[in-house]
């Protein structure tokens, strides 16, 4: 570990990042739909006995009331807070208008989560101002989307991230270089993304309060107390993140696909399988802490005819939600009274994220479910806890074996299943693939 003091490490003090996010996203969404709402403690989520809130009104904010804050509590804060149950498939519709209105307007951006973007401006600024670029944009998405949104512009990501906080709601703001150190010292550290609850509470009771005493301690101290952890805070404090912004369409998907030893049309076993791939999916998906807006299913026949269905779907990680998709996209796709060869599923459009719960139906149990599942997969392998339908009705070979699945155990770098079979690497493999795009391991495992 070599430490070296900020100003030897490289800078880049000439890039041109701005952070746009919208403000208090769902209940934005909810007061375009309802004007009325406008002004109120509104609330969305935290209904019932054990739901929590998913997004609140700054006028709820005010009385303490904050994401992720039981639904009780939060209505013994504020007993007259309006609560909503929430629409995920409206708020994600909206999500993807801004990403396109974005995506229209810019060469390189990163969709950070449901309702942030993270532009690369850098070398724009010759031909125009990017503060005046970033201010138009920010209007356009207002004036087509009727929904508020402020932004952040500087040297990179994370100090973008805290302009675009300091200057919400409806703000815009912009930190240049020299401006660094000004706008940074006097903030709070709990104002610098990424740190938790329990780091905060460490540096408070070093008495570390700002950002400014936090770039006076030693980065040996830092790593010493906090790990890699503390240094990448340390870093952080002091203006300094190289991290890039990576471009929308390389964002990954996840996805494995399975090759028969001998084609079947035995449907409880294929939809035992898609069952099993949707939840090794999601757990992964949940594991990076992210969301799928797009499933796709893909079936071979016997003819080597290929097919592929694909359906939008509000954000979510949740395995009832996508399994019962992956099950109606095969109904769709496959519309052929022949044998299958092949059966594949692929989430994408992933963002960073949290399930919103609270805003489906079943939410609240499922998630909890999920959760519980997790803990276990986590501490005892992938195969620990699996759904009931997989080891009530475990898929069989044609001699009877029971075929396996684990879908974190081998994994081949790439975006999709169609190029996969383009490369003959890939072909000349065994009879089970899967696809993880993300973690750029590779390898292959068959069904025995
Ligand atoms: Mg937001």
Redesign the pocket.
């Known amino acids: 570990m070599i430490f070296n003091h900020p100003y030897n490490q490289k800078m880049d003090k000439d890039r041109q990042i701005i952070h746009m996010?919208?403000?208090?996203?769902f209940v934005s969404v909810e007061i375009r739909k309802n004007p009325k709402l406008s002004g109120k403690p509104v609330i969305i989520g935290g209904g019932g006995d054990r739901g929590v809130v998913a997004s609140c009104s700054y006028e709820a904010r005010q009385y303490g009331i904050h994401a992720a804050m039981p639904g009780r509590t939060a209505k013994l804060l504020c007993p007259q807070a309006i609560f909503l149950k929430g629409d995920m498939e409206e708020y994600s519709k909206a999500s993807h208008d801004i990403t396109e209105i974005i995506a229209d307007k810019v060469p390189l951006f990163e969709k950070a989560s449901i309702?942030?973007h993270y532009i690369d401006m850098t070398g724009m600024d010759r031909f125009f101002g990017c503060m005046k670029f970033a201010s138009e944009l920010r209007q356009t998405v207002m004036k087509e989307m009727q929904l508020p949104i402020s932004f952040g512009l500087s040297i990179n990501k994370t100090v973008a991230k805290i302009a675009t906080n300091e200057s919400k709601p409806d703000g815009e703001r912009q930190v240049t270089f020299p401006e660094l150190r000004p706008f940074l010292d006097p903030l709070a550290i709990h104002k610098i993304p990424g740190i938790g609850h329990a780091t905060y509470k460490k540096l408070s009771e070093m008495g570390v309060r700002n950002i400014l005493t936090l770039t006076q301690i030693p980065q040996q101290l830092m790593f010493k107390i906090l790990g890699q952890h503390g240094l990448s805070l340390w870093q952080k404090a002091n203006g300094i993140d190289l991290s890039p912004v990576v471009p929308y369409r390389e964002r990954k998907s996840i996805g494995t696909q399975a090759t028969f030893e001998s084609d079947t049309m035995d449907m409880a076993k294929l939809k035992a399988i898609i069952t099993g791939m949707v939840s090794g999916l999601t757990f992964q998906l949940r594991n990076q802490k992210k969301l799928t807006a797009c499933i796709t299913v893909t079936v071979r026949y016997t003819n080597f005819e290929t097919v592929t269905q694909q359906e939008r779907i509000p954000y979510t990680s949740l395995d009832s939600f996508l399994i019962s998709k992956a099950h109606n996209l095969f109904d769709k796709v496959y519309s052929k009274r022949m044998l299958l060869r092949l059966v594949g599923v692929k989430l994408s459009h992933l963002v960073s994220g949290y399930e919103q719960i609270g805003l489906y139906n079943i939410a609240e149990e499922e998630y909890s479910l999920c959760q519980a599942m997790d803990k276990v997969r986590n501490s005892y392998g992938a195969e620990a806890v699996v759904k009931a339908c997989i080891v009530t009705q475990p898929p069989r070979d044609e001699k009877g074996k029971v075929i396996k699945y684990n879908p974190r155990k081998k994994k081949i770098l790439l975006e999709n299943i169609e190029e996969a079979e383009k490369d003959p690497e890939v072909r000349k493999r065994s009879k089970i693939r899967s696809f993880m795009s993300e973690k750029g391991t590779t390898g292959n495992k068959s069904y025995e």
């Not at 996010?21 to 996203?25: I, L």
Request: charged fraction near 55%; charge should be negative; hydrophobic fraction near 30%.
């Open positions: 996010d919208q403000d208090a996203f309702d942030e």
